[in-house]
């Protein structure tokens, strides 16, 4: 037979394709043409077998590459049972259905089999596997290779996708070769034709398929594939620029005839057209289509080609004032593709490549600005210049100091610069108020951080602002509760609510500076405690002193435990006592509640984790006072909530 060779892309697998002047095809069985070069082996349809056959035979003597989609359908599980790519002498052959896959009982003969359902007495794999067999042998274990996995990335190829499948013979070596999608598979040396043929190189090849208790669709189709370059990136061009359309089609066999729409309501039937020029910008719908010397007519295969326009590109820059980003408007006119390079040039110098220019770090000064824009599809604007002035700005600053609460904070603004003319003052004191004078002064009347924000207006229109925080503290001195000592006995003051003490009078005080103290007295005394803050606020609180000249136990009728601050704890107060044996409560039931030994500790009202209830209970006491007087008391009072 005569041979072309022809390279083409189908489905990323490059084939060698030999052809008739003119193919036909015999079909058998329950094969059907589904269009000029597909075919339908089986439906997915119970025990069902087909097989399609060129009806002109191949010399074996001569090499081939052949190259198919193929269609496996999409149940899986309970997908079959295959398709077997065959040569072998009889036109009108078919095998035998279910798993015999139309090519068992073939013979002589030898198949490629992509099988997709596992029978077990024929020794099937779990996967979908391809087998290089001869003389219609499905069972295996006389395979002359595999069965392995039919894909290189997956077990399953009933996946509803097409596939491509390669059958390549090199009669020099007697070299069988088989590739699914591009990845080689398998491959066998034996020759075919002494060994399986009988001397007779003259075989035809086809595709046979069948189901049994599952099924699929299962379909082939020679290739016939229209394809073409523009030779430009990404299919675009400038309008312009000529177009070189060039064809890359593949065909099973020999292409008759092409034709070609460029989408401007042009045409041409070459097989590779003179440059095309397109008169306007836009995107053409560029549709190439051929005919085989078999009479099948091609889909057509269609890209987008690209005729860009030069962007008309404008933009404006207003003046404006130091520290405050220009305000930028860019108008940008296109048909055909998007700006994706741009050049700004600031005073004739690369400023930057952004779409938004960063200006807010300009001095003051006149500028001239230029853009240049290009689109994605290359094509340049016209260089466009702007000019505009950054005006000067008044530089402004302000002291302020930490203050306190209820007292006058001085605010002193300060303009650092001698350019600018500020003739408006603006003082955010961060509290909802403000003032407008220079330098001013403002009552806090909380303690708290404040935001204080001083803003100055110049007479060329610019301003400026400037924030601070400041620390508004508060002081509340407390110097404790009054309390009874015992006459000449050491006590201890509990001042608190500043960073620096000061007690008056500093009578019976072992230092009158310090918030706690150490006190001595034989007669009554209020002592007044004042207390100031790093920032400089000052309190005072004052305490009396009750000289008791003896010894005494006092037990409060009523608390309100409830861990607000107050009388939350109920406790006796020992005068004099030196020892507290116990000091018990009980509650309306006699049941016992709390008991201490520890003078200073008390009831804090809880009782099983939470507070009693409301009402009277009972407490006991023994304590020995500091001359060895016992005290045995008893008393009630009562819980409040």
Same mark, same amino acid.
């Given at each position: 037979m005569k041979l072309l060779l022809y390279s083409f892309i189908c489905m990323g697998i490059v084939a060698i394709t030999p052809f008739n002047s003119f193919s036909q095809y015999i079909l058998n069985g329950d094969a059907t043409q589904e269009s000029c070069n597909c075919y339908q082996l089986t439906a997915p349809v119970n025990n069902q077998i087909g097989s399609v056959w060129q009806d002109v035979k191949i010399n074996l003597n001569d090499p081939f590459d052949f190259s198919f989609n193929v269609y496996l359908g999409c149940r899986d599980v309970y997908g079959a049972d295959g398709i077997v790519f065959i040569l072998q002498p009889d036109r009108n052959s078919i095998g035998i259905f279910g798993q015999g896959l139309g090519f068992e009982g073939?013979?002589?003969?030898?198949?490629?089999?992509? &099988? /997709? @359902?596992?029978?077990?007495d024929y020794g099937d794999s779990a996967f979908d596997q391809i087998t290089i067999q001869k003389n219609g042998v499905v069972m295996h274990g006389n395979d002359l290779a595999g069965p392995i996995p039919a894909s290189a990335s997956s077990d399953n190829i009933e996946d509803c996708a097409w596939h491509v499948f390669r059958i390549k013979w090199d009669p020099v070596t007697h070299t069988l070769s088989t590739y699914f999608d591009d990845i080689f598979r398998l491959s066998t040396q034996t020759d075919l034709v002494a060994t399986i043929f009988n001397n007779d190189p003259m075989v035809y090849w086809g595709f046979s398929g069948a189901t049994g208790d599952a099924y699929n669709f299962q379909k082939f189709c020679t290739p016939q594939n229209p394809l073409y370059s523009s030779g430009l990136a990404n299919d675009a061009v400038c309008l312009g620029t000529p177009v070189t359309f060039t064809d890359n089609s593949t065909s099973f066999t020999t292409i008759k005839d092409y034709y070609w729409d460029f989408g401007d309501g042009t045409t041409s039937n070459a097989a590779n057209p003179p440059p095309h020029n397109y008169l306007q910008p836009g995107r053409y719908a560029v549709k190439h289509t051929f005919t085989a010397a078999d009479g099948c007519v091609s889909q057509p295969y269609t890209k987008i080609i690209s005729i860009g326009d030069k962007p008309d590109v404008s933009f404006k820059i207003f003046d404006t004032c130091v520290n405050l980003t220009p305000r930028l408007n860019v108008n940008i006119n296109l048909d055909v593709g998007t700006i994706n390079q741009w050049k700004w040039e600031l005073n004739g110098k690369l400023f930057s490549t952004s779409e938004n220019p960063d200006l807010s770090q300009l001095a003051a000064g006149s500028y001239s600005m230029n853009l240049t824009a290009t689109s994605n599809i290359g094509c340049a604007s016209n260089i466009y210049e702007d000019r505009f002035t950054i005006i000067n700005s008044p530089v402004i600053n302000f002291n302020v100091k930490d203050g306190c609460e209820n007292k006058p904070v001085i605010f002193n603004a300060q303009q650092s610069d001698k350019i600018t003319t500020i003739n408006k003052w603006q003082w955010d004191f961060g509290d909802n108020l403000f003032s407008d004078q220079q330098k001013t002064q403002h009552v806090y009347t909380a303690s708290s951080i404040y935001p204080v924000t001083l803003t100055a207006a110049a007479s060329n229109g610019c301003q400026s602002s400037v924030?601070?925080?400041?620390?508004?503290?508060?002081?509340?001195? !407390?110097?404790?509760? &009054?309390?009874?000592?015992?006459?000449? /006995?050491?006590?201890? *003051?509990?001042?608190?609510?500043?960073?620096?003490?000061?007690?008056?009078?500093?009578?019976? *005080?072992?230092?009158?500076?310090?918030?706690n103290p150490t006190g001595n007295v034989s007669d009554d005394i209020t002592y007044f405690l004042t207390v100031k803050t790093i920032e400089g606020c000052t309190d005072t609180s004052s305490m009396k002193?009750?000289?008791?000249?003896?010894?005494?136990? @006092?037990?409060? #009728?009523?608390? #309100?435990?409830?861990? &607000?601050? +107050? !009388? &939350?704890? +109920?406790?006796? @107060?020992?005068?004099?006592?030196?020892? *507290?044996?116990?000091? /018990?409560? @009980?509650?309306?039931?006699?049941?016992?509640i709390f008991s201490t030994h520890e003078i200073n500790r008390g009831w804090n009202g809880l009782s099983q984790g939470k507070i009693g209830e409301a009402g009277v209970y009972v407490w006991i006491l023994k304590a020995e006072d500091a001359w060895g007087k016992i005290y045995n008391l008893k008393g009630s009072f009562i819980l409040l909530k």
């Open positions: 073939i013979a002589p003969s030898i198949g490629i089999s992509l &099988d /997709t @359902y596992q029978n077990y924030m601070k925080n400041i620390f508004i503290n508060s002081v509340h001195a !407390n110097a404790g509760n &009054d309390t009874i000592v015992v006459e000449n /006995t050491p006590f201890q *003051l509990h001042g608190s609510g500043g960073s620096a003490y000061f007690w008056s009078p500093s009578t019976g *005080l072992n230092n009158p500076n310090i918030s002193v009750r000289v008791f000249k003896g010894s005494a136990v @006092y037990v409060p #009728t009523a608390f #309100t435990p409830g861990n &607000d601050g +107050l !009388n &939350d704890v +109920l406790k006796p @107060y020992l005068i004099g006592i030196k020892s *507290l044996y116990f000091f /018990t409560i @009980y509650n309306r039931w006699g049941q016992q």
